[in-house]
Nanobody, 123 residues
Framework: QVQLVESGGGLVQAGGSLRLSCAFSGRTFSDYAVGWFRHAPGKERDLVAA????????YYPYSVKGRFTGSRDNAKNMVYLQMNSLKAEDTAVYYC????????????????WGQGTQVTVSS
């Protein structure tokens, strides 16, 4: 049974930073691409970072490129999202996810995801 458990969300002022963490268990971690998507009320689910199985390839949409950095530690089965220069429009529930490839995740195909952690950016 795969589990992804996020932590690190909270309230931050615009311009500030947060680091999200995600613990993966239940399957072979390095078999999956991993990443983060977010969902805000009234908006579409939005992939904000994807990382290949070995960490060598990444994807970020234009909206977060240069501000968000995703990473993984295959020795610890952990996924991270460093978020800098946060904006009010980054406010959402952030979900850690695992998928077959970065390309699959860009199509919205996630094999597993966590319960989510709330990130609120005050302006």
């Amino acid at each position: 049974q795969v589990q992804l458990v996020e932590s690190g969300g909270g309230l931050v002022q615009a311009g500030g930073s947060l680091r999200l963490s995600c613990a993966f268990s239940g399957r072979t971690f390095s078999d999956y691409a991993v990443g983060w998507f977010r969902h805000a009320p009234g908006k579409e689910r939005d992939l904000v970072a994807a990382i290949s199985w070995n960490g060598e390839n990444t994807y970020y949409p234009y909206s977060v490129k240069g501000r968000f950095t995703g990473s993984r530690d295959n020795a610890k089965n952990m996924v991270y999202l460093q978020m800098n220069s946060l904006k009010a429009e980054d406010t959402a529930v952030y979900y850690c996810a695992a998928g077959e490839t970065i390309e699959a995740m860009r199509r919205g195909e996630y094999d597993y995801w966590g319960q989510g952690t709330q990130v609120t950016v005050s302006s």
